[in-house]
């Protein structure tokens, strides 16, 4: 089988376990919807203030709970899941990419899910639609790539709590790049550098993944 | 005698910071920036060589750079939480406020709590050699911060004021200020290895530690083999 192959059928596999438990689409989009609903009650619900706001809080609530995303209890591997893999030939790395692409999908449902309901209730006025449509996916491969690896590298820490730590201060610049993006485009200013930098973090985060995936599953052994 | 050196150093910084005069706007409160400043630089530092550490750990599978790696990350904890609070001393005498939403003073927050993180994962792992193999990919990861938190001041208008020395061109700060601030910064490059030093021999005594109880709760190979029993006996 081939890397890609195998790649493919690991996510499929993800997908089709994420389809089966609902974990993302019933539990993490109505949790992340709440919390848009909550910032406006504890910052006011002043509507010029909440338009301007908006596509912040909007970046913020995916940035965290898409680690929940990444965290998912469907996507976990324990440590007879990798023996089997390991045994049937499974390279890490196709390992690695398999479940970042999963997970990368579910994160672009989240982001495409919760983004009507940040549209009605911050009414922001988002310009330049196209490029939103370049840097949703963007977001959507730098925060599943980070997720996944931070997710590898502590793979059977008892503490919950260890991912998130890791991965929001971590995922600043995808944060910045996602959210002076939408500004730029809002005032008119140049955003390519931020489209840079975001592909900058997409392409290191995929490089060190792919790089990392077989001495951390030897090591989580 | 590194500590020594620290010490001599220290004392030597110390005097020169107190002996420089008044500065003309902010009085004595610019001389924290003797102590802000070369902590800032160290914190830096510190995070390269976890970098590199890691990096060489990694190619060469010598617990000895993990070592290197882990208390280079301690101390530049250390260094940039010491930054973090002389800033916002400083902040509050000049600003008047203790915290300010400016891009500088967040990304320096974000990159100590990148660096927690990391040392919550050590924390987090019993075994030597699965620590430093996870860790040291944290180790190389974290380092993105670093180019962001000091270019920060030139990418984005923050109140932060941009790059004093480290800048092309002339340095903006006078001959005697200069002085002092580079003695500082030596001082805190001796105490920045003493105390990595120290972290580093400590770090293989809690590992030989470790080692001995694992050794002596290991079972001896062959123990759960048990002499032969005959039922009934032998018949003699």
């Given at each position: 089988?081939?890397?890609?192959?195998?790649?493919?059928?690991?996510?499929?596999?993800?997908?089709?376990?994420?389809?089966?438990?609902?974990?993302?689409?019933?539990?993490?989009?109505?949790?992340?919807?709440?919390?848009?609903?909550?910032?406006?009650?504890?910052?006011?619900?002043?509507?010029?203030?909440?338009?301007?706001?908006?596509?912040?809080?909007?970046?913020?609530?995916?940035?965290?709970?898409?680690?929940?995303?990444?965290?998912?209890?469907?996507?976990?591997?324990?440590?007879?899941?990798?023996?089997?893999?390991?045994?049937?030939g499974v390279d890490p790395a196709a390992r690695f990419v398999g479940r970042a692409g999963a997970t990368t999908l579910l994160l672009l449902a989240f982001e495409l899910a919760l983004g009507p309901v940040a549209l009605a209730l911050y009414d922001?006025?988002?310009?330049?639609?196209?490029?939103?449509?370049?840097?949703?996916?963007?977001v959507a491969i730098g925060l599943g790539l980070l997720g996944t690896l931070a997710a590898t590298i502590a793979a059977s820490i008892a503490s919950s709590a260890l991912v998130p730590l890791l991965v929001a201060p971590l995922s600043v610049p995808i944060l910045l790049a996602a959210a002076q993006t939408m500004e730029g485009l809002a005032l008119g200013n140049t955003i390519v550098g931020w489209i840079l930098l975001l592909l900058i973090m997409d392409l290191l985060l995929a490089v060190a993944g792919v790089l990392s995936a077989r001495p951390l599953q030897e090591a989580s052994r | 005698m590194l500590e020594s050196a620290a010490a001599v150093t220290l004392v030597a910084a110390l005097v020169t910071a107190l002996l420089v005069g008044e500065e003309q706007t902010q009085g004595d409160l610019a001389r924290v920036l003797f102590v802000h400043v070369p902590a800032a630089w160290l914190a830096y530092l510190a995070f390269a060589i976890t970098l590199l550490g890691s990096g060489l750990y990694l190619w060469k599978k010598d617990l000895r750079w993990d070592r290197l790696a882990a208390g280079s990350a301690e101390v530049g904890v250390f260094f940039t939480g010491l930054?973090?609070?002389?800033?916002?001393?400083?902040?509050?005498?000049?600003?008047?406020?203790?915290?300010?939403?400016?891009?500088?003073?967040?990304?320096?927050?974000?990159?100590?709590?990148?660096?927690?993180?990391?040392?919550?994962?050590?924390?987090?792992?019993?075994?030597?050699?699965?620590?430093?193999?996870?860790?040291?990919?944290?180790?190389?990861?974290?380092?993105?911060?670093?180019?962001?938190?000091?270019?920060?001041?030139?990418?984005?208008?923050?109140?932060?004021?941009?790059?004093?020395?480290?800048?092309?061109?002339?340095?903006?700060?006078?001959?005697?200020?200069?002085?002092?601030?580079?003695?500082?910064?030596?001082?805190?490059?001796?105490?920045?290895a003493a105390m990595v030093r120290r972290r580093m021999e400590l770090a293989r005594l809690e590992d030989a530690i470790e080692e001995a109880i694992n050794a002596e709760e290991r079972e001896v190979a062959g123990a759960a083999v048990t002499a032969p029993r005959y039922e009934g006996g032998l018949g003699v």
């Open positions: 089988m081939t890397f890609w192959r195998q790649a493919r059928e690991i996510a499929r596999k993800d997908l089709r376990t994420e389809i089966r438990t609902g974990e993302v689409f019933f539990v993490t989009i109505p949790f992340g919807a709440v919390a848009l609903m909550l910032i406006p009650l504890a910052i006011g619900t002043d509507a010029p203030l909440l338009r301007d706001v908006g596509p912040g809080m909007y970046w913020v609530v995916i940035l965290l709970f898409g680690v929940l995303v990444a965290l998912r209890q469907s996507g976990v591997d324990e440590g007879p899941q990798l023996d089997v893999l390991g045994l049937l922001p006025a988002p310009k330049g639609w196209g490029w939103i449509a370049v840097l949703i996916p963007m | 930054t973090i609070a002389l800033g916002m001393i400083w902040g509050k005498s000049t600003w008047g406020v203790w915290w300010t939403w400016d891009a500088r003073l967040v990304l320096t927050a974000m990159m100590f709590f990148v660096y927690l993180g990391y040392l919550a994962l050590r924390r987090s792992i019993p075994d030597p050699v699965a620590r430093a193999r996870r860790s040291a990919w944290l180790g190389i990861l974290g380092t993105i911060q670093i180019p962001i938190v000091h270019f920060s001041v030139i990418w984005w208008r923050t109140l932060h004021q941009p790059p004093t020395i480290l800048r092309p061109g002339e340095m903006q700060m006078d001959p005697p200020f200069r002085g002092a601030l580079m003695m500082a910064l030596v001082a805190f490059t001796v105490v920045y």
